[in-house]
C-alpha cells in the first residue's frame, strides 16, 4: 500500500518513487507469495505531469504493467481495497491510515517508513506499538515473509490499541474524534 506523499514536504510518508523497483525485484524473487499493489489513488496525480523527480510517469506506468505481468503479482486501483487486505496475510505499506485501519482487520503490519516522516502523535505513537516498523526495504521484505510464516507478536498490542473503537456500533466516530481531540 504505496502513500501519496512522496515529496519531501508535508507528511513525508511515500516510499514508492525510492523503492519500486526493488519491490518489482522481490515480487519476481519470490514467486510463492501473491502481492497486491495497491497505491493511494492520489499517488499517481503526484506522479501525472512528471511531477515527482527522476520518476516520469512513463516509468510508473511501465511499472505496472510489469507487475501485472508477474504470475504472482496484481495492481488494485479504483475500488476499494478492503475486501483485498481483509483477504491479505501480512500489509506492507508506508501509508498513514493503514497503520491503524489494518490493526481494526488484525493484521500483522509492517511500516516502511521515512527517516524524515512528520511526527506520530501521542495517539500515533501509541498505534505504531502495534506494528512493525523500518526505515530500510530490505528488512521490511524480511519481516514480511518471517510474519507469512510465524504468528504476530503484535496482535495482542493491536487489540488494546483498538478495544475502544470496536466495543461501540460506529467505531469510526470514535476514531474521527480521537483524531480532531489530538489536533485540538
Sequence with gaps: MAHHSIFDAWFNFGTFPRIYKQMLQWTRDHGDVNVVFNPHPLLRENLRNDQYPGL????????????????????????????????????????ISSLYEMQVQRKPIVALLRPDHAEFTQVGQRLMRGVHAT????????????????????????KANTKQWLQNEHPERAIVQAMIDEMS
Excluded: K, W
Excluded at 64 to 86: I, K
Excluded at 137 to 158: S, W
Design 135 to 158: 526505515s530500510d526495504v530490505v528488512a521490511a521484505q524480511q519481516m514480511v515473509l518471517r510474519l507469512l510464516n510465524h504468528p504476530d507478536e503484535l496482535r495482542p498490542q493491536q
Design 56 to 95: 516520469p510517469m512513463a516509468a510508473y506506468e511501465q511499472f505496472l504493467r510489469d507487475f501485472t505481468a508477474l504470475p504472482n503479482g496484481n495492481v488494485v486501483e479504483h475500488q476499494s481495497q478492503y475486501g483485498f487486505t481483509a483477504a491479505a496475510d501480512v500489509i506492507l505499506t508506508d501509508g
